[in-house]
């Protein structure tokens, strides 16, 4: 590979059309108005989201021995539960009983 000292030329020599200058008011103090203070208003999906992830860091963690164990019965089908025992407490969750 040979590598030549040569200038770089810039790709366009053209300026772009329509161009103006935009001032940058960012870090300009004129812009702040006195006692004005930043602030940030969340969306009702972004409260809802953070409504959940504090329910979630609240719940406690699965035992994961015992849901091993609990999965290893059930695909054995050792695992046996009552229908009506089931239908009981699904009843008494949603306030039927």
Request: net charge positive; aromatic share 4%; glycine share 4%.
């Amino acid at each position: 590979m040979k590598i030549e000292n040569n200038p770089v030329n810039p790709l366009s020599t053209h300026k772009p059309e329509n161009t103006r200058v935009v001032k940058n008011y960012a870090h300009s103090a004129d812009t702040l108005v006195a006692g004005e203070k930043d602030q940030a208003v969340l969306s009702e999906r972004a409260r809802l989201l953070a409504k959940a992830r504090l329910a979630l860091d609240e719940t406690p963690r699965a035992d994961d021995q015992k849901v091993e164990a609990l999965r290893q019965r059930v695909q054995s089908g050792e695992y046996k539960i009552s229908l009506e025992e089931l239908a009981g407490r699904l009843l008494s969750r949603l306030g039927f009983k």
